[in-house]
């Protein structure tokens, strides 16, 4: 991905990945088990190269001298928010336990946001200030990113790329054989990765479920939608290319409320009856 004009860019501190364990198992939303075509690629190198990727992303940025001090009130921000959700996370990862959690924030007039594999978040200031979110708004976004990752879409995605290119028979040997480059040199695609309509309704869902854990009003989604179809006329943004669009897009979130609200009520009241 080529790093716009950067405004400003705001690097967070590294997340510890303190992960909580898994809830009762017949609450909040209930997505089912990941597709086992995601098994072709290898998570432990998919992360590695996230991580790569993302490192040079890093670089692009303080290049451009845009690297603004951790304790920038934005990032302190996202951090907070961030710190709030993660421990959900394991609940649709159990991997994320082990995941080392980054987040930046990328001054461009984008709309736009990604978790990479492992936990490599970033979130572009057109959509965080631009759009002038609320932490709960926000708060729907980062969920939703983080679901992309835990639900390992992207793995899923280029598994079928490779299935695709390649075939099952080629594929197989070519992944038994412990040769996985061609897997991973993608220039990038990680970072401009598309996802299906089904990924982002389940990303949308498991993101409100994780939201609602941490704290934050899973009515923002909706409120969150309206804003992104006013800056853009209607049209979806980047960030939403492949989503269900305008009223078919909150009917779903509105569909999947009941569910939700009960965990969110619950956090609320948690965090209302902790001594200040």
Sequence with gaps: MKLPGAIALLLVGLIPACVSAAPA????????????????????GLERQAS?????????AADK???VPDDHPQARRLRQIAARI???????????????????????QQVNAFCMPGGKIAVFSGLLLGLKLTDDEAAMVMGHEIAHALREHARERLAKTELTRLGANLLGEFVGRGKYTGLFDMGGQLMT????????????????DLAARAG??????????KKMMAANKGAPPQW??????????????????PEVMPLYERARRAAESQPR
């Design 86 to 108: 993660i421990p959900h996370a394991a609940r649709f990862n159990p991997r994320a336990r082990q995941w080392q959690w980054e987040v930046i924030l990328i001054g461009s």
């Design 25 to 44: 198992q017949h609450e909040g939303i209930d997505v089912g088990k990941p597709s086992a075509v995601r098994k072709l690629v290898p998570a432990e």
């Design 216 to 225: 934050y009003d899973p009515r923002a989604g909706i409120t969150l939608w």
């Design 52 to 60: 790569q990727e993302f490192s040079q992303l890093k670089r692009q």
């Design 240 to 257: 939403l290319s492949t989503h269900p669009s305008g009223n078919n897009r909150i009917r779903e979130i509105e569909s999947h409320l």
């Design 65 to 67: 001298k845009a690297l």
């Design 193 to 208: 990765l598309k996802f299906s309509r089904d990924d982002e309704t389940e990303a949308d869902t498991v993101g409100l």
